[in-house]
């Protein structure tokens, strides 16, 4: 599960390191605790070159009637992407995306004791997601986004069975649909990021009011204290 991610506060060298063409960014600004419905910076294929654009976080799917469904689709399965309604034509047709975020955050059971999760040099980290774009009876358009989850690797699993998928450079090209990959070889994409290659820390139990959002909610504390 992810239901709460920092955002970087600099995209400046993650859009270099994803070959951004253009960007629709808007009035991004940075967050240290985005939640389900928040815009997030995401990467996807499309006109020829990568872009990266701002969407809703929690998928509404083409043959919704409103956007309610978004609150519950912010997550993805790694095994039913292709068979729950709400994602199996995103991921038929290849909207898939990179979902670009500082970590996440997770709750212990049962002390409820947050942790942060990043990449062990506290980079950005890119996740797989698929996205949808969305057309509002009154006629407007919302591109909004799930990030795919699967199981905890050795470094989360005390935490949480589940953990985002984290897509490495060497799987951008496939991942969003810019070489030719069979279904079967995506699929084999979506498993644990290496526990070696991430770092986990207690954070502050503030992290669970969406109302807070400072930059030391990321920021180690003693969980003893």
């Not at 309610?68 to 095994?79: D, L, P, S, V």
């Not at 979902?99 to 004791?113: L, T």
């Not at 984290?166 to 526990?195: C, F, H, Q, T």
Request: hydrophobic share 40%; with cysteine.
């Amino acid at each position: 599960m992810c239901a709460r991610a920092p955002l970087p506060e600099d995209l400046s060298e993650i859009k270099l390191d994803l070959q951004i063409k253009w960007d629709e960014l808007g009035d991004y600004r940075p967050r240290w605790n985005a939640a389900p419905t928040d815009l997030m910076p995401v990467d996807i294929s499309e006109d020829g070159g990568r872009k990266l654009v701002q969407m809703r976080w929690g998928l509404i799917p083409f043959w919704a009637k409103d956007m309610k469904i978004g609150r519950r689709t912010f997550n993805a399965r790694a095994e039913e992407i292709d068979q729950k309604p709400a994602f199996r034509e995103a991921w038929k047709v290849g909207r898939r995306c990179l979902v670009v975020a500082n970590g996440y955050y997770e709750w212990r059971k049962p002390d409820k004791q947050p942790f942060a999760v990043s990449l062990a040099n506290r980079g950005p980290m890119v996740f797989a997601g698929l996205w949808e774009r969305w057309c509002s009876p009154d006629g407007g358009t919302l591109k909004s986004f799930t990030i795919i989850t699967t199981e905890a690797n050795s470094l989360a699993a005390p935490v949480h069975d589940r953990m985002p998928v984290l897509i490495a450079p060497n799987g951008w090209l496939a991942w969003l649909g810019e070489v030719p990959s069979p279904s079967n070889d995506l699929k084999a994409m979506l498993r644990p990021y290496p526990s070696e290659a991430m770092a986990m820390w207690p954070v502050s139990k503030r992290v669970g009011n969406v109302r807070n959002d400072t930059p030391d909610l990321f920021e180690p504390i003693d969980a003893a204290g």
